[in-house]
Nanobody, 124 residues
Framework: QVQLVESGGGLVQAGGSLSLSCAAS????????MGWFRQAPGKEREFVAT????????YYAESVKGRFTISRDNAKNTVYLQMNSLIPEDTAVYYC?????????????????WGQGTQVTVSS
């Protein structure tokens, strides 16, 4: 069973960048597709980005396309989310998640495992 721990959140000014990491324990990380989701106060959790188990396929929410990049390093059991050109609307708790089917997945119910989340705050 894979366990997920996010890091890298913080406070940044609009226009700035942050890089999130999600470290996975367990030996089966490379068999999972990985995703990032976020939840802002008073809002439902929403999809941000996903990457297939091989890293060959990625998919992004329209709201972050062109600004965020998801990547993974299976040798390090880590998935990353590089966030550029941040805007205040990106403020949320960001969660990484693992999906055991191995292919990109954009719906939260498709994911089997979740991290505890990391706060990202973008000031205007």
């Amino acid at each position: 069973q894979v366990q997920l721990v996010e890091s890298g959140g913080g406070l940044v000014q609009a226009g700035g960048s942050l890089s999130l990491s999600c470290a996975a324990s367990g030996r089966s990380f490379s068999s999972y597709a990985m995703g990032w989701f976020r939840q802002a106060p008073g809002k439902e959790r929403e999809f941000v980005a996903t990457i297939s188990r091989s890293g060959d396929d990625t998919y992004y929410a329209e709201s972050v396309k062109g600004r965020f990049t998801i990547s993974r390093d299976n040798a390090k059991n880590t998935v990353y989310l590089q966030m550029n050109s941040l805007i205040p609307e990106d403020t949320a708790v960001y969660y990484c998640a693992a999906e055991d089917g191995g292919e990109v997945a954009g719906l939260d119910y498709e994911y089997d495992l979740w991290g505890q989340g990391t706060q990202v705050t973008v000031s205007s």
